[in-house]
């Protein structure tokens, strides 16, 4: 159990998982919330919401049905609250059963017909947070907004305000260690935000590029605080000893095989891609002088990052299971090597 300690304070500080004092953060006022739904600060101000905190328990619980999902996208809502500066508060998450492929995920009357029943039990249980929120699974290519997802959240945001919308890469959280999460908000249809200059560049495969790049200036990223107070903390180490348990089964460089070869396979076909002329041309400015093209533009550089942190993924996995041979050997892994063969003993002589 000292082991699992140990991995659960890591995965503390690699999420950066602050530790907060105030029980007020779980108080449930309902009519500071029906006030904030009827002066609708959001249609004053598209980007209203500035912030969400999300609490460690509803993060284990996405992540954990997003890893279940492998290669499948999963879908979920999460239940919590607003502040009247514009802080989501998410203290809850669950599943929905539906219907998921690879690249989408539908949710039917099924779905909206648990939605209420699990709504209803939370009511009669004492859990009056509201449903405010959405997420779901995108294994192996990143977290943002697909042109279905917009569509979806905007939908959302049209007939239950406020609602938000949370991205998880499983394959990516497995990979690195650190979970892989993005929340979002869409603007309003015609809306033309600001070019505030380019943003930090983001690993999209390239089956998805034109995808997401099409529909990007249709949403806008909001930052996400991860929280824990200790009325946490039993639920975190229920929850805590199944994921522990979980990790060990499975081997990072065994579970995410498939998507280290398709990461390879993006990175060598966006260099195909690139444009011989334009690398010449780049060349013949540092000769000239001349001014150089932003770094995030040149195609080369972003062909850098994702090989390098394909290679650091890969480094983590192995270090992992370097950890887990020293931890459940009785023998550290540099002493595991077969004990050179002994001189046979010189016989002994026989009394006559």
């Known amino acids: 159990m000292a082991s699992s300690s140990d991995a659960q304070k890591t995965w503390m500080l690699e999420n950066q998982v602050t530790q907060i004092n105030d029980a ?33 328990v509803a993060m284990i619980k996405i992540v954990m049905h997003a890893k279940s999902g492998g290669d499948i996208e999963v879908m979920g809502l999460m239940q ?25 995920v539908n949710a039917g009357a099924g779905a909206n017909e648990f939605m209420v029943t699990f709504q209803e039990a939370c009511e009669r249980m004492g859990k009056p947070e509201n449903v405010c929120g959405w997420y779901h699974s995108h294994p192996g290519y990143g977290c943002w907004l697909s042109g279905i997802d917009v569509q979806t959240q905007m939908t959302y945001q049209q007939h239950q305000e406020p609602f938000l919308a949370v991205v998880i890469d499983p394959k990516r959280t497995c990979a690195s260690g650190k979970v892989d999460i993005g929340a979002f908000r869409t603007y309003p249809a015609g809306h033309t935000p600001a070019d505030d200059g380019p943003g930090e560049y983001q690993s999209i495969p390239i089956d998805k590029i034109e995808d997401f790049g ?14 824990k107070n200790s009325l946490d903390n039993t639920l975190l ?22 998507y280290c070869n398709q990461m390879i396979q993006d990175c060598v076909q966006k ?13 013949f400015r540092m000769v000239m002088h001349e001014p150089k093209k932003r770094k995030e533009d040149n195609p080369l550089n972003k062909v850098a990052i994702d090989a390098s942190k394909n290679a650091g993924e890969q480094i983590q996995g192995l270090s992992s299971q370097v950890l887990k041979f020293s931890l459940f050997h009785a023998r550290s892994p540099g ?3 077969p004990a050179p063969p002994q001189p046979p003993a010189a016989p002994v002589p026989m009394e006559t």
Request: hydrophobic share 35%; proline share 6%; net charge negative.
């Open 271 to 283: 260099m195909d891609q690139i444009d011989t002329a334009s690398v010449s041309q780049s060349r």
């Open 335 to 337: 002493n595991c090597r």
């Open 214 to 227: 099409v529909h990007c200036k249709q949403y806008y990223p909001v930052p996400i605080e991860i929280f």
């Open 80 to 104: 919590g609250k607003v502040t009247p500066d514009g802080t989501f508060i998410i203290m809850d998450a669950f599943p929905l059963p539906v219907e998921g492929t690879e690249t989408r």
């Open 237 to 258: 180490e229920l929850l805590w000893n199944k994921y522990w348990i979980d990790t060990l089964s499975s081997s990072p460089l065994l579970h995410n095989r498939a």
């Open 24 to 56: 007020a953060i779980y108080a449930f006022d309902e009519a500071e919330q029906e006030a904030i739904y009827q002066k609708h600060p959001w249609r004053e101000d598209v980007n209203w919401v500035k912030n969400v905190r999300m609490s460690a």
